[in-house]
């Protein structure tokens, strides 16, 4: 297993009220797995991938990944596991603005303080994995909406991480392109071993898991 | 690329939103830079000027400020050119040498220059600094002079040089200072006309760095003239021994000088001190608003920064950025906007002073490199105040509620 929750309780206050967000979620993920998390709006998807690293603090539950805890430890060692194990992809890219394609791919490796010879040389290597190494040295908004999301793909594996978590990755796609990025998210998932975890809307999107999830206000239910 | 890099690169796209961030600490330690290059200067000058009077008791009409003596204004208030005369025959004891002197701005061409009339061998005499510039050597004994023994020896060894010294600031003949000189392209042997009145440059003093340089010297009876101030003069500079002045030769002096100033240099020094305090203390006002003020500015602009850049910080922490690696980010800014604002304000401030020194305080102001230094670590010291909680506020942010906004 590389990742397992259990128990996991995400309260939000609202309204002087609870809001159970994420309600006793267990679940586990084995090395390699494709998962794909599906639901309606609201019910908690987001919450549960951005909860799994730390970027949401949980009420309650416990986490381990790649055989240790990581819920109750410092943000300064989740940090670290985020920087050394995981990429992110969201919806909207998140690509740094003033940046170019390279050197938004560079980020993640300059954040390991790897040199700069050896991150040219990776991020290079990269963008032509994802066919964007005609495009090097444009800005973000000098890019199509598929170019963009295909940089933050090349910039979630540049430091090689062991899973990708993506909040559906497609919905700011069109059909076509979402396919070709899905293809893509897959031939990862194969090529190179890394275990995926995909909050999806769309029924096509979450045929592409190996495993599935789905979520209806906040509790799991098996499919 | 490393953190550096991306910060330099955000600073390089977004430079024009820096020169607002910079303006209150550039302008802040532009006037500081100003007001120190101005009074240290004008510092110098006093000390130098005093110490190369050659003299140690100023004779100055009762309404003439020691300024109105360097200034030299129009309607400078004199005194009898009597005086003189009455000191001289009176039984007062201990006074070496006497120098009359009267003083007035006029134009020359479109120029101003400081016209002085002097009786050339007093003087010469009273001059050290002229002695050691090779016009001529002091044949009087000069009370208290420290320099004085040095200058006597030169002299002395050339009786002759010295007699044609003094026999040269005759009638229609002027010596210039360096810096005047220098405006009006004046060299030995051309002529000047002041006044209306032809002078001959006997000769173009040596630089003393005083407002001697910028003076042209010539005879009293010429300059009293031509000002239609007849037996009228400016100050008496005099020379007096040093025991007689701790035995109350400026009482005596003033006994027999009425309506006149007699003050020694000491208590003009004094004065000067007073005058430096005061400007030290407005330093010290200024510095202190200038803190806040552009430590506030400068806070501002870079929490607007981090606002604006609210969702970057999330993705770079989403992406293992740590806390430490967002003050990085915003510290070196303010630190390079810190370096960047000490080296405008040094700049400005220094263009400032050597521009409107010479109008507004009358003295030639040159740069100061060592306020370089000073301007940027103060500027950084305040960037960097000034951007810490901000900065503190951008690392702490939640990095999940900054991801999602777009
Ligand atoms: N900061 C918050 N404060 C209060 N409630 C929140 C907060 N963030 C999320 N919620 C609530 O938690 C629940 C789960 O939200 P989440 O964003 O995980 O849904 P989702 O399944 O990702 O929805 P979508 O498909 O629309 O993205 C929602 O009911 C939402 O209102
Ligand atoms: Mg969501």
Same mark, same amino acid.
């Given at each position: 297993?590389?990742?397992?929750?259990?128990?996991?309780?995400?309260?939000?206050?609202?309204?002087?009220?609870?809001?159970?967000?994420?309600?006793?979620?267990?679940?586990?993920?084995?090395?390699?797995?494709?998962?794909?998390?599906?639901?309606?709006?609201?019910?908690?998807?987001?919450?549960?991938?951005?909860?799994?690293?730390?970027?949401?603090?949980?009420?309650?539950?416990?986490?381990?990944?790649?055989?240790?805890?990581?819920?109750?430890?410092?943000?300064?060692?989740?940090?670290?596991?985020?920087?050394?194990?995981?990429?992110?992809?969201?919806?909207?890219?998140?690509?740094?603005?003033?940046? #170019?394609?390279?050197?938004?791919?560079?980020? *993640?490796? /300059?954040? =390991?303080?790897?040199?700069? &010879?050896?991150? %040219?040389?990776?991020?290079?290597?990269?963008?032509?994995?994802?066919?964007?190494?005609?495009?090097?040295?444009?800005?973000?908004?000098?890019?199509?909406?598929?170019?963009?999301?295909?940089?933050?793909?090349?910039?979630?594996?540049?430091?090689?991480?062991?899973?990708?978590?993506?909040?559906?990755?497609?919905?700011?796609?069109?059909?076509?392109?979402?396919?070709?990025?899905?293809?893509?998210?897959?031939?990862?998932?194969?090529?190179?071993?890394? #275990?995926?975890?995909?909050?999806?809307?769309? *029924?096509? /999107?979450? =045929?592409?898991?190996?495993? &599935?999830?789905? %979520?209806?206000?906040?509790?799991?239910?098996?499919? | 690329?490393?953190?550096?890099?991306?910060?330099?690169?955000?600073?390089?796209?977004?430079?024009?939103?820096?020169?607002?961030?910079?303006?209150?600490?550039?302008?802040?330690?532009?006037?500081?830079?100003?007001?120190?290059?101005?009074?240290?200067?004008?510092?110098?000058?006093?000390?130098?000027?005093?110490?190369?009077?050659?003299?140690?008791?100023?004779?100055?009409?009762?309404?003439?400020?020691?300024?109105?003596?360097?200034?030299?204004?129009?309607?400078?208030?004199?005194?009898?050119?009597?005086?003189?005369?009455?000191?001289?025959?009176?039984?007062?004891?201990?006074?070496?040498?006497?120098?009359?002197?009267?003083?007035?701005?006029?134009?020359?061409?479109?120029?101003?220059?400081?016209?002085?009339?002097?009786?050339?061998?007093?003087?010469?005499?009273?001059?050290?600094?002229?002695?050691?510039?090779?016009?001529?050597?002091?044949?009087?004994?000069?009370?208290?002079?420290?320099?004085?023994?040095?200058?006597?020896?030169?002299?002395?060894?050339?009786?002759?040089?010295?007699?044609?010294?003094?026999?040269?600031?005759?009638?229609?003949?002027?010596?210039?200072?360096?810096?005047?000189?220098?405006?009006?392209?004046?060299?030995?042997?051309?002529?000047?006309?002041?006044?209306?009145?032809?002078?001959?440059?006997?000769?173009?003093?040596?630089?003393?760095?005083?407002?001697?340089?910028?003076?042209?010297?010539?005879?009293?009876?010429?300059?009293?003239?031509?000002?239609?101030?007849?037996?009228?003069?400016?100050?008496?500079?005099?020379?007096?021994?040093?025991?007689?002045?701790?035995?109350?030769?400026?009482?005596?002096?003033?006994?027999?000088?009425?309506?006149?100033?007699?003050?020694?240099?000491?208590?003009?020094?004094?004065?000067?001190?007073?005058?430096?305090?005061?400007?030290?203390?407005?330093?010290?006002?200024?510095?202190?608003?200038?803190?806040?003020?552009?430590?506030?500015?400068?806070?501002?602009?870079?929490?607007?920064?981090?606002?604006?850049?609210?969702?970057?910080?999330?993705?770079?922490?989403?992406?293992?950025?740590?806390?430490?690696?967002?003050?990085?980010?915003?510290?070196?800014?303010?630190?390079?906007?810190?370096?960047?604002?000490?080296?405008?304000?040094?700049?400005?401030?220094?263009?400032?002073?050597?521009?409107?020194?010479?109008?507004?305080?009358?003295?030639?102001?040159?740069?100061?490199?060592?306020?370089?230094?000073?301007?940027?670590?103060?500027?950084?010291?305040?960037?960097?105040?000034?951007?810490?909680?901000?900065?503190?506020?951008?690392?702490?942010?939640?990095?999940?509620?900054?991801?999602?906004?777009?």
């Amino acid at each position: 297993m590389i990742l397992q929750g259990e128990n996991i309780l995400k309260q939000y206050h609202h309204n002087g009220g609870l809001i159970n967000a994420l309600d006793h979620v267990s679940f586990s993920v084995r090395k390699g797995d494709f998962v794909t998390v599906t639901g309606p709006s609201g019910s908690g998807k987001s919450t549960l991938l951005l909860s799994m690293f730390g970027l949401i603090r949980l009420s309650s539950g416990t986490i381990t990944f790649d055989g240790k805890r990581i819920d109750n430890i410092s943000d300064r060692h989740l940090t670290d596991v985020r920087k050394k194990s995981v990429g992110y992809i969201l919806q909207s890219f998140a690509l740094i603005p003033y940046l #170019t394609t390279i050197q938004n791919v560079m980020i *993640p490796l /300059a954040l =390991e303080k790897i040199s700069g &010879k050896e991150q %040219l040389k990776r991020a290079g290597e990269i963008l032509d994995y994802v066919g964007l190494s005609d495009r090097m040295e444009h800005l973000p908004r000098e890019l199509s909406a598929g170019q963009q999301q295909r940089v933050a793909i090349a910039r979630s594996i540049v430091h090689r991480p062991q899973i990708i978590m993506a909040d559906e990755p497609t919905g700011n796609l069109d059909p076509t392109l979402s396919l070709e990025i899905l293809d893509f998210l897959r031939k990862i998932n194969q090529e190179n071993k890394i #275990t995926i975890m995909m909050v999806t809307h769309s *029924p096509v /999107a979450s =045929e592409y898991g190996t495993m &599935k999830l789905h %979520l209806n206000e906040g509790k799991l239910i098996n499919s | 690329m490393t953190i550096s890099t991306l910060v330099l690169i955000e600073l390089w796209k977004r430079k024009s939103q820096l020169i607002t961030g910079l303006l209150a600490i550039t302008l802040g330690i532009a006037v500081i830079v100003a007001i120190q290059s101005v009074s240290i200067v004008s510092e110098q000058n006093v000390a130098r000027n005093l110490d190369n009077l050659g003299a140690n008791i100023l004779v100055l009409p009762q309404a003439a400020s020691i300024d109105d003596y360097y200034t030299s204004d129009i309607d400078a208030p004199t005194l009898p050119m009597d005086y003189v005369e009455r000191i001289l025959t009176s039984t007062i004891a201990g006074v070496d040498n006497m120098s009359p002197k009267l003083t007035r701005r006029v134009k020359v061409g479109n120029q101003s220059v400081v016209l002085t009339g002097i009786l050339p061998k007093s003087e010469i005499a009273s001059k050290p600094l002229w002695q050691s510039s090779g016009l001529l050597g002091a044949q009087l004994k000069t009370a208290c002079a420290p320099s004085s023994s040095a200058n006597e020896s030169h002299g002395l060894e050339d009786k002759k040089l010295q007699r044609k010294a003094i026999d040269t600031l005759f009638s229609e003949d002027c010596l210039a200072g360096s810096q005047v000189a220098q405006r009006l392209k004046l060299s030995a042997n051309s002529k000047v006309n002041i006044m209306g009145k032809e002078f001959n440059v006997v000769k173009i003093l040596s630089e003393t760095g005083t407002v001697d340089d910028d003076r042209i010297f010539a005879n009293l009876k010429d300059v009293q003239t031509l000002l239609k101030l007849e037996n009228q003069v400016s100050a008496i500079e005099i020379m007096g021994c040093c025991n007689a002045i701790s035995q109350g030769l400026l009482g005596q002096l003033r006994n027999i000088l009425p309506d006149t100033r007699v003050t020694t240099i000491g208590q003009i020094v004094s004065t000067q001190i007073e005058t430096n305090q005061l400007m030290k203390k407005i330093t010290l006002v200024m510095l202190i608003i200038i803190f806040f003020v552009g430590g506030i500015s400068i806070g501002n602009y870079i929490w607007a920064n981090v606002n604006e850049r609210k969702r970057e910080i999330g993705i770079l922490r989403m992406m293992g950025a740590e806390r430490s690696t967002i003050y990085k980010m915003f510290l070196l800014k303010a630190l390079i906007l810190g370096v960047a604002g000490g080296i405008l304000g040094f700049i400005l401030g220094t263009l400032a002073g050597v521009i409107l020194g010479p109008y507004l305080a009358g003295i030639i102001v040159k740069p100061v490199y060592m306020y370089l230094l000073w301007s940027i670590l103060l500027s950084v010291a305040i960037s960097l105040a000034g951007s810490l909680f901000p900065t503190y506020l951008a690392a702490k942010f939640d990095p999940h509620s900054n991801l999602q906004e777009d």
